[in-house]
């Protein structure tokens, strides 16, 4: 049995996150995907919270009729980064190999004696949690660059307006 990890703020969850899901999910039996940042929302950076991100997922997840066991864990940052690993393994299911791509996770888990694998980049510049925030706050293209389960949810909880709403200032 090999489980897998993958970490994400996915804020929100992309088109490139599902095509990393989707090709790293081949490659173990049970992969848990970690919510990072899990704390954090109503903010430009991390908009969305850990439970409409795990809604985000797991209908878009559905969608692709995905049937291989997975697991949505939120993991909330913590203020200490020599810390985080045992933080990580306090919250999710035992796992064998991690997949980032990001330098310090991937550094953090190095350090702690996991199997770390790189995942294949799906046009970075574009599909880009940054890059999604900010076309939506301008009201650029940007449902094109969303699975269809994200969609729904960010229409679903008036994501649009929240974005609008959390930039503003009040002079
Ligand atoms: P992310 O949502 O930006 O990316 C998740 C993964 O998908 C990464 O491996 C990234 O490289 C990959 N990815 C993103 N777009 C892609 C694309 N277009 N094509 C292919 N791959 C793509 O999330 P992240 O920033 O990597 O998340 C790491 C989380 O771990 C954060 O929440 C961070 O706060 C947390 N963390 C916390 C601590 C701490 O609490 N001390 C320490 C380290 C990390």
Redesign the pocket.
Known sequence: MLRGL??????PF????L??IKKVIEEVDELII????AQFSHSFENPFTAGERILMIAKSLKYENITKQYYIIP???????S??VS?VKSLVPPFDVV????P??RR?FKEAGYKIKS??????K????KEIRKRIVNDEEWKDLVPKGTYEVIMEIDGINRLKDIIKKDY
């Open positions: 993958i970490i994400g703020r996915f804020q992309h088109k490139g996150h095509f990393v970690g919510i990072g940042s993991i909330p940052d913590i203020n200490n980064n810390l985080w933080h997949f980032s791509n990001n310090l996770v953090l995942v294949p980049l799906y046009n970075r574009i599909y880009s949690g």
